[in-house]
């Protein structure tokens, strides 16, 4: 099947090779340095975006945080701002910022969200009830956090720490721009001077193995243990836990937290739009349309290949449609350059007439973006009853068209939801459009980093505007989902 393309590219590749070259390619300093950036990065990274995800949920959620609710919002609003664009606002602010150090800073700032929202998404869930025993018994706040709420907030840390460490390691544009080297900055230039070449193949074999053993970890760590309870639990809200002294320490971190991620990077786009001209915001209508036509492809052809195992998985469980499902996202788990490279190997040696077509370019996004479709669908049709169809059955209606009348408009939030995602997704995917796109096609992310890259950042400014714009339905679609899940 499709989504095994990039398994079985990585496996090609290493075979291909052989294991007397592929180890002479691997075992060689140059692939220990990028080794060492790669683990050095998620290493720090992941506990960095844990610290400031897990702190911020707790303290909008569970303190008496003045402004509480505006500070809900701010800490979400970096993943409106595509990480490539936010090192393009601190390069530009800050020459000088490259390396690790830079990575880690854009990076960990970019990411932390993805496990904000997961965990406050769970504290919103938990029964307060477990809090109310302990502080009962005599504990603190610092102790009831540690011992009675930390631990139910382990799958979401796991869950928001494994998307970021997947999105460090698939990461190219942030780090391209601070000259930080990972292994995916290391393919791409490979790619471009090798053309998918032996150094290329190895480097991605590499970069796969430390895809696939992080989420052997990550699965490992999370075990079996459950979580869910019985009932509604308690219908109050957890009691909130007053700061006292240190309110005021507390609120210039999260003004500085939100100053970095947010205003550094939007405030230089703002200040390279102004010192740019109309003749810079010329070819971004033309650009646009190309961007949305290939998004709008990617979405339309994601749901069409979600939604049959969307379906299955939540009207037919099993072990066969949970093999088919993680067959997704297992091959989505992958950085989006090791797909693109399986697509231009396989294209070229399959089907030569499609390469560099927007037929490769749309099944990228498919393969890179399916988990979005597929997780928003799945929950859809779940929340569906069964019964409503079976009603309409009994009335003598065919089991087709009980479906059509009654399931389809019901999925229609879901439908518009799950394309949403993968659309933005793709408006603002870079490596894989990069090596992918068909010749003269331009989209916003690839004529932003055109721009950057060059050094002139008032062409790159409307790009980079349109990009953090593209962004916002999808955000806010989910965090209005994470904040609905129970009002206080």
Request: charged share 10%; proline share 6%; net charge positive.
């Amino acid at each position: 099947m499709v989504a095994l393309l990039p398994i079985g590219y990585v496996a090609e590749a290493a075979f291909a090779l052989g294991g007397e070259q592929l180890a002479a390619l691997i075992f060689r300093p140059r692939v220990g340095e990028l080794l060492s950036n790669t683990l050095l990065l998620v290493a720090l990274g992941v506990p960095g975006a844990v610290v400031l995800g897990v702190g911020g949920a707790w303290l909008v959620e569970r303190t008496r945080l003045p402004a509480r609710r505006l500070f809900a919002v701010l800490l979400v609003v970096p993943l409106k701002i595509p990480a490539f664009v936010a090192s393009y606002g601190w390069a530009s602010a800050i020459p000088s910022i490259h390396g690790l150090g830079g990575g880690l800073l854009v990076a960990t700032l970019a990411y932390y969200p993805l496990v904000y929202l997961p965990v406050l998404a769970t504290l919103r869930g938990l029964d307060p009830a477990l809090e109310e025993s302990a502080r009962s018994l005599g504990l603190g706040p610092v102790t009831v956090f540690f011992r009675v709420v930390l631990p139910q907030l382990r799958l979401a840390m796991l869950g928001g720490g494994v998307v970021v460490a997947l999105h460090l390691l698939a990461e190219y544009g942030a780090f391209a721009f601070l000259r930080f080297e990972t292994f995916t900055t290391a393919i791409v230039v490979a790619y471009q001077s090798t053309f998918a070449g032996p150094n290329a193949a190895s480097l991605g074999v590499v970069l796969a193995a430390l895809c696939l053993i992080l989420l052997v970890v990550e699965a490992t760590l999370r075990g079996r243990l459950r979580y869910a309870r019985v009932g509604s639990g308690t219908p109050t809200p957890a009691p909130r836990v007053a700061l006292g002294r240190a309110t005021g320490f507390v609120v210039t971190g999260l003004v500085v937290l939100v100053t970095a991620s947010v205003v550094v990077p939007l405030s230089n786009v703002a200040r390279w739009l102004l010192a740019g001209d109309l003749a810079d915001w010329l070819p971004l209508p033309g650009v646009a349309a190309q961007t949305i036509l290939l998004a709008a492809g990617g979405a339309v052809a994601a749901l069409v290949a979600a939604f049959p195992v969307a379906w299955l998985a939540a009207r037919h469980p099993g072990r066969i449609t949970r093999s088919i499902e993680g067959a997704f996202y297992i091959a989505s788990s992958l950085p989006a350059i090791i797909i693109a490279l399986a697509i231009v190997t396989i294209s070229l040696r399959v089907i030569p007439v499609v390469y560099q077509t927007a037929a490769t370019v749309i099944t990228a996004y498919v393969l890179v973006f399916l988990p979005r479709a597929l997780v928003t669908l799945r929950a859809g049709i779940a929340q569906v009853p069964e019964g409503l169809e079976e009603a309409a059955q009994s009335l003598g209606a065919s089991p087709l068209l009980a479906r059509f009348r009654i399931t389809v408009p019901l999925l229609l939030p879901s439908l518009a939801a799950a394309a949403a995602l993968v659309a933005l997704g793709a408006a603002n995917e870079l490596t894989a459009t990069l090596l992918l796109a068909p010749t003269g096609t331009r989209t916003v992310a690839t004529e932003f980093w055109a721009a950057a890259s060059s050094i002139d950042y008032a062409a790159a400014a409307p790009y980079a505007l349109t990009l953090v714009l593209l962004s916002v339905p999808a955000v806010a679609l989910m965090f209005a989902q994470v904040t609905g899940r129970r009002r206080r």
